[in-house]
């Protein structure tokens, strides 16, 4: 590489410097500084294991990731294999439809759901004319409603990583594995699904690890049963003035992120 | 291992007809090539027999049994794709396997069959490896011994060798050639080469807009194709088309756009009538006229064309004359028989040919 170029790459590196790594290490240098404002400590982070609160939060916050991220998985696939296998036409015009949302501002979709989720909503009166309603749904200020907003919000990333794998699987393949003798169900689990396992973990990538951070959707919908582990994060900083222990937690999310993405990464290691 | 009869078969996608009323009769244990130019519904024909589409009517029949409502994976064939379609996350063995796997066979069975096909094929050592570790030859005998290992009743193949360089496809025909003999499968082959398809098949299956415009054996085609379509689809030819004014016992006096010619032809038409005589390149015998020659009546009489040499492609073992006969223009071929350079560019020259080299042409419907 001509040495000239290599100065090309320094705007983007400086910026990442600047905005991504430093405000790292300065939340880093808090989450170890002692409350009194003198030293350094290990209290903040022995704080954290010390409250079985925290763990707690944290375990729930983590379960429902996972339920996110199942639910998503659920509904993605089939819409994706639909999207990749059998629609023609209209293939664009579905996928402008999933990516319609991501248009929309993250407040206004989640008001949104307060609206049609809440007592007396949009929902509720829908399922009145059905003459399903049950007085008051209950749903809102609910781990429940978290999750359906998350699921809403995160479920395209989904679609879209196992839709591009799904698409690049060339149809002869799976021809030859029926001219060879196996069923469409032999054939989905021996040719379809191995190969396109890499989107489906990219999928779980976007979709959990975003979960396990997000604190919009919990403070608006999920009341004091819905709350995340980034709640407290933001509690910490907003709230309480808290920074040091609020540093040490998000570095605590932090390796927990890391730790997530090792493991899932792991699993399209093995497949592929 | 069984024919394969196709009777009355008609395949529309929306508007378009793709097989009209197609029959064809493969006899066992034989390989035929389907072979036309694309768009006339030689692969058509095979996505068939393979169940990867639906007839709008006909039947197909492999052996005795009519097996149009038979599911693909029902209908024990073997199938070689154009893109040879190996699945990309097995290795070599376990894509030759996959298809023993789905007939629940036993491991030492499997294991069994596998090494022996991977054995004919000659790629023992590679069963260990990812198709994309191959090259594109070697990953042609894997498709090829992943359709084999099964012992279908029928081998299907797609165009499977247009995808290689012209050196290792002669390689592989020659070998294809040798694996079919072993195995004597009934394998149908659909190409747009013709020599390829000479140089593979018992038989040739001619196609034009979803219909089979002549089957026969490779020589036959070729030496007495029953239409234009055939004679110009396989191999270079000469259309001699106009009006018969007179026929005799084997010539014809044909008055064509370009002027009047007698003929000598293998079957005379009726005088009157609209005909068309085909004689391929090398059929021609080019012999140089010097000026006394011109005058001479006994070469005027003699029958055949005259005309002036336009343009000359030399090929090393061939020169092909463009022959420009009193505004008609025609190829001839000649054999590199020690002296390319007898005849030049502007030279006046002779054109003559036996009867039997002269085709007439069945009226194109």
């Given at each position: ?272 | ?93 376990q894509n030759v396997a996959y298809g023993l ?231 001839a071929e000649v054999q590199n028989q020690g ?17 039997t080299s002269c085709m007439r042409m069945e009226?194109?419907?």
């Amino acid at each position: 590489m001509n040495n000239y170029k290599k100065w090309l790459t320094a705007p983007g590196t400086l910026t990442l410097l600047v905005f991504a790594v430093a405000p790292l290490f300065i939340m880093l240098f808090y989450s170890f500084r002692n409350d009194s404002g003198v030293g350094f400590t290990l209290q903040n982070y022995v704080r954290f294991f010390e409250k079985s609160f925290y763990l707690k939060l944290t375990g729930r916050t983590v379960i429902s990731s996972l339920t996110v991220t199942v639910i998503s998985l659920l509904i993605s696939y089939p819409l994706a294999y639909i999207m990749a296998k059998k629609l023609k036409g209209i293939r664009n015009i579905v996928l402008m439809l999933i990516i319609i949302p991501f248009f929309t501002n993250q407040l206004v979709r989640v008001y949104s759901w307060l609206i049609f989720l809440q007592d007396g909503g949009v929902l509720e009166e829908m399922l009145n004319v059905l003459g399903m309603a049950q007085d008051g749904l209950g749903i809102l200020y609910t781990r429940t409603a978290v999750v359906i907003s998350l699921v809403h919000i995160f479920f395209p990333y989904m679609v879209i990583t196992i839709y591009i794998a799904l698409e690049r699987i060339d149809n002869a393949l799976l021809e030859a594995s029926k001219s060879l003798g196996a069923s469409a169900v032999t054939t989905f689990f021996r040719v379809t699904l191995p190969m396109s396992w890499s989107g489906v973990v990219s999928g779980i990538l976007l979709v959990f690890v975003p979960c396990l951070g997000c604190f919009v959707e919990p403070r608006i919908l999920g009341g004091v049963d819905g709350m995340f582990i980034g709640n407290v994060i933001e509690d910490q900083f907003f709230e309480i003035y808290g920074w040091n222990f609020g540093a040490a937690i998000a570095f605590l999310l932090f390796a927990m992120v890391l730790v997530a993405m090792a493991l899932i990464h792991r699993m399209g290691g093995e497949k592929q | 291992m069984a024919n394969v009869a196709i009777k009355n078969l008609t395949k529309q996608f929306g508007d378009l007809t793709v097989l009209d009323q197609l029959n064809l009769e493969i006899p066992d244990g034989t390989l035929v090539s389907l072979l036309g130019s694309s768009g006339c519904g030689k692969t058509t024909t095979l996505r068939l027999i393979a169940g990867f589409e639906q007839a709008n009517e006909g039947e197909i029949y492999i052996g005795e049994e009519r097996i149009n409502d038979i599911p693909v994976h029902k209908r024990n064939i073997g199938m070689v794709f154009q893109s040879y379609a190996l699945f990309p996350h097995m290795t070599v063995w376990q894509n030759v396997a996959y298809g023993l796997e789905q007939r629940k066979l036993g491991k030492d069975e499997i294991k069994k069959k596998v090494d022996a096909i991977l054995n004919l094929v000659k790629l023992s050592d590679y069963g260990m490896r990812k198709p994309k570790q191959l090259s594109g030859g070697q990953q042609q005998r894997v498709a090829l011994a992943r359709a084999l290992v099964t012992e279908p009743s029928v081998l299907l193949l797609d165009e499977c060798l247009s995808a290689l360089d012209k050196k290792l496809r002669v390689e592989m025909q020659v070998e294809l050639r040798g694996i079919l003999e072993k195995t004597g499968i009934t394998t149908l082959f659909v190409t747009h080469d013709q020599e390829e398809a000479m140089t593979l098949s018992d038989w040739i299956v001619v196609m034009n807009r979803g219909r089979v415009e002549q089957m026969g054996k490779p020589y036959e085609v070729y030496e007495h194709p029953k239409n234009s379509f055939v004679a110009g689809f396989l191999g270079k030819v000469n259309f001699f088309e106009g009006r018969v004014v007179e026929a005799d016992k084997n010539t014809v006096t044909l008055e064509m756009s370009c002027g009047t010619s007698q003929l000598n032809v293998n079957e005379v038409s009726e005088a009157g009538k609209d005909a068309v005589y085909a004689i391929r390149p090398e059929k021609l015998h080019v012999k140089k006229l010097e000026a006394k020659d011109e005058s001479a009546t006994q070469l005027r009489n003699e029958l055949g064309l005259i005309g002036t040499v336009q343009f000359i492609t030399y090929s090393g073992n061939l020169s092909t004359y463009t022959i420009d006969c009193n505004g008609k223009t025609v190829l001839a071929e000649v054999q590199n028989q020690g002296k390319p350079e007898e005849i030049k560019v502007g030279d006046k020259v002779h054109l003559s040919w036996e009867s039997t080299s002269c085709m007439r042409m069945e009226e194109q419907k």
